[in-house]
Nanobody, 128 residues
Framework: QVHLMESGGGSVQNGGSLRLSCAVT?????????MAWFRQAPGKEREGVAR???????TYADSVKGRFTISKDGAKNTLYLQMDSLKPEDSDMYYC?????????????????????WGQGTQVTVSS
């Protein structure tokens, strides 16, 4: 079983920064997992933002490339998302997700259906 808990959301001005954290509780080191950040607005589909595999390979959505940075600390079992140059359209609920098998990182794009475990989410609001 894997338990994920996000933190770090909040309200910022246009152009501001936030760092999201996702604490992972698991029986095996989370560094072996495929992990990702997603976001979702009410009434919209969940969108993959960034993904990191067990070898450190990273994939970003085009909408966040150059502005967001995903990273992980295996010793702390924590996943991060550094978000810079935030825009109002980045306002969403952000979720971290984990795939213990690793197949989710084999997909060409970041697909929510491949991830088995999800956190409760943390809200990000960017005002103009």
């Amino acid at each position: 079983q894997v338990h994920l808990m996000e933190s770090g959301g909040g309200s910022v001005q246009n152009g501001g920064s936030l760092r999201l954290s996702c604490a992972v509780t698991t029986y095996t080191p989370s560094s072996y997992y495929c992990m990702a950040w997603f976001r979702q607005a009410p009434g919209k589909e969940r969108e993959g933002v960034a993904r990191i595999d067990s070898d450190g390979g990273i994939t970003y959505a085009d909408s966040v490339k150059g502005r967001f940075t995903i990273s992980k600390d295996g010793a702390k079992n924590t996943l991060y998302l550094q978000m810079d140059s935030l825009k109002p359209e980045d306002s969403d609920m952000y979720y971290c997700a984990s795939d213990p098998v690793g197949g989710a990182c084999a997909a060409r794009t970041i697909v929510p259906g491949y991830f088995h475990y999800w956190g409760q989410g943390t809200q990000v609001t960017v005002s103009s």
